[in-house]
Nanobody, 126 residues
Framework: QLQLVESGGGLVQPGGSLRLSCAAS????????IGWFRQVPGKEREGLSC????????NYADSVKGRFTISRDNAKNTVYLQMNSLKPEDSAVYYC???????????????????WGQGTQVTVSS
């Protein structure tokens, strides 16, 4: 079964850090551009970051640039999102997703991604 599984979410205080993981099952992650997204109820899904197949190119939304870092360990078939200096407005369900293997470019639009994980909740609150 082909799937992406996010983990690492939870409750953290403002200013704190979390590291999210996106593990692939049933396929090899290094064939795909991977993106991280988040969504708050009632709002559109927001693209946060993406990473190229080999990890040599990344892209970030302005809202997280300088605070979040995307990385990948293809040997572990996992992509990570390190989130630092978290703010209450970062609270959301966080998703990872993959593009079709044909595409090599990073993208932050959710419509560019075809396979999604189930999401992990991140809550930033004191």
């Amino acid at each position: 079964q082909l799937q992406l599984v996010e983990s690492g979410g939870g409750l953290v205080q403002p200013g704190g850090s979390l590291r999210l993981s996106c593990a692939a099952s049933g396929f090899t992650l290094d064939n795909y551009v991977i993106g991280w997204f988040r969504q708050v109820p009632g709002k559109e899904r927001e693209g946060l970051s993406c990473i190229s197949k080999r990890g040599d190119s990344t892209n970030y939304a302005d809202s997280v640039k300088g605070r979040f870092t995307i990385s990948r360990d293809n040997a572990k078939n996992t992509v990570y999102l390190q989130m630092n200096s978290l703010k209450p407005e970062d609270s959301a369900v966080y998703y990872c997703a993959r593009r079709l293997s044909f595409f090599s470019q990073c993208a932050l639009s959710p419509t560019a991604f075809t396979t999604w994980g189930q999401g992990t909740q991140v809550t930033v609150s004191s």
